[in-house]
Every structure is written in structure tokens, then in C-alpha cells.
């Protein structure tokens, strides 16, 4: 069993919903990244989501994208990220890391070693927005035959069938996309949410996690009332944008925490 699947099982049998942090690795300097990733914890996170930085992240609106720079102008590649999750298994090894990125930065590192590198340093599960499913079979088995988990994004324009096509190859969780548009999108739809999620749910067994434009802890609440899992990366990124230098690891923490008591107040 995955740290992803024991970690949503427990949740389950606790009646408590998933929160899953998106920070981008090297965000807001290489220094901060490994402390950040345990504040997160602290706070409340079940599982981290952790960016590669990219230069072109298509799916991302402009918050992640000024992450993505920030990083990679202090020299952040794969390898860097692959470090952090290191330094992260040092001192934890329960919480359930995911890197979400592109395809591009795997593909200059070789699947191969990337899957056994990723393994090596404790990664659980991979997100690739960019591989969609009719051709990433062999790279599923890949994942799969080293015990780590890969998610697929689904979409508010996703077919059943493309659902059923998703489902098949998934494990870990399903990231349900809530909104047409970039990640920090302000126009999130509950009405859609809502009526998504069952039609998810006839096609798999996977818990189903919502992310893209959920701001705060209200949408959070919300959304948490119709998903497994609640994704919340670019106001994280915001809070950090906005904190004194030096101080956005606690102000990331303390907003987090706010999330995570609205997921669990009665």
C-alpha cells in the first residue's frame, strides 16, 4: 500500500478530509523549501504537492508562473527538486509527497532514471500535466512498477469516457480541475463541482481531489462538503508573496492552518 492510499484511508476512517498544499520547490529561495515543506505539515497538510519549476507552465496561471521564474533563476532543475524531497525524508517519513510539473524536465532526465531517482527520494506519487493518458501507458507501468503513484488531472469539460480512460491508468487520487482556466482562477463553479463529482465517482474508487481557484478557507469548506481532497497552491504562494522577507515560511504556515481548521470544524 501507497503512503497516498494509507494516508486517505486513515483520513476516511476519521471522517476528515484531505489538504493538499502546492508550493513550488525553490520558491522563494532553495533554502526555504525543505522548512516550508515541514511548516506545511505542522499546519495541517496530509499531503504535499511539491512544482517543478518549468518555464513555460501552461496549465498555470500568473502567481505559479512568477513561482516557477522566481525558482529557476536561482538555478532549481529536477535533480534540485529530487534533493529537497531528500532533505524532506530525513526527518519525515509519512507524509505523502507528489511532484507536479511538465513532461519536458522528465523527458531531458530519461524516464527511467527519473522514476528510480524519484523512488530513491522518497516521491509517492507523480502529476505530469502534460502526459495525457492514451500515451503514457508505458510511463504508468513505469511509476507503478516502483511503488509510486500517478495522478491524473481531469477536467470540467472531461467526457465520461475520457473519466473511464483516466481511471483506468490513475492510482493514488484523481485531481479534479474545477474551473476552465489556469490554476488561481477566481470563478470556481460549486454548482459544477457538484455535479461532477458522481460522475467521477461511477468510474472509479480513487479519492477525487479539487484544486484551481479555491482562495480561501469559505471555498475550501465548500468544496471540502463535495470532494475527498482540497488543493490549494497560488494563495499559499500569494501569502508568501506578500509576507516580510524572511518570514514566508510562517505566513504561508499560518494561512494554511486556517484552511485546515474550516476542513475540520463540525
Known amino acids: 500500500m501507497s503512503r497516498i492510499q494509507a494516508t486517505f484511508e486513515q483520513l476516511a476512517r476519521s471522517h476528515r478530509k484531505a489538504l493538499i498544499p502546492f ?14 515543506m515541514h511548516a506545511l505539515v505542522e499546519a495541517g497538510a496530509d499531503v504535499i504537492e511539491l512544482g517543478v519549476p518549468f518555464s513555460d507552465p501552461m496549465a498555470d496561471g500568473p502567481v505559479v508562473q512568477r513561482a516557477s521564474d ?13 534533493g529537497f524531497v531528500r532533505g524532506f525524508r530525513a ?11 511538465y513532461a519536458n524536465p522528465i523527458e531531458a532526465m530519461g524516464a527511467e532514471r527519473f522514476v528510480e531517482e524519484a523512488q530513491q527520494a522518497g516521491v509517492d506519487g507523480v502529476l505530469v500535466v502534460d502526459y495525457p493518458p492514451e500515451e503514457c501507458e508505458s510511463f504508468a507501468g513505469l511509476v507503478r512498477s516502483h511503488g ?27 485531481y479534479y480541475v474545477s474551473l476552465k482556466g ?4 477566481g470563478h470556481l463553479d460549486l454548482t459544477e463541482v457538484a455535479e461532477k463529482i458522481p460522475r467521477i465517482r461511477r468510474e472509479t474508487k480513487l479519492p477525487v481531489g479539487v484544486g484551481f481557484g479555491i482562495r480561501d478557507a469559505a471555498t475550501a469548506k465548500a468544496v471540502a462538503a463535495l470532494a475527498d481532497a482540497v488543493v490549494i497552491g497560488s494563495a499559499i504562494i500569494q501569502q508568501m508573496e506578500a509576507a516580510p522577507a524572511g518570514e514566508q515560511v510562517l505566513y504561508a ?9 474550516a476542513l475540520d470544524a463540525k
Open 253 to 261: 504556515s499560518r494561512f494554511l492552518q486556517g484552511i485546515r481548521a
Open 23 to 36: 508550493v513550488t520547490a525553490g520558491d522563494p529561495e532553495p533554502g526555504m523549501t525543505v522548512p516550508l
Open 91 to 101: 526527518t519525515n517519513k509519512a507524509t505523502p509527497v507528489v511532484l507536479m510539473g
Open 70 to 82: 522566481r525558482a529557476l533563476r536561482h538555478g532549481v532543475g529536477l535533480d534540485g527538486v529530487l
Open 148 to 174: 509510486m503513484d500517478l495522478i491524473f488531472l481531469l477536467a470540467p469539460t472531461s467526457s465520461d469516457a475520457r473519466i473511464a480512460q483516466v481511471s483506468r491508468l490513475a492510482s493514488g487520487y484523481l
Open 182 to 185: 489556469v490554476t488561481g482562477a
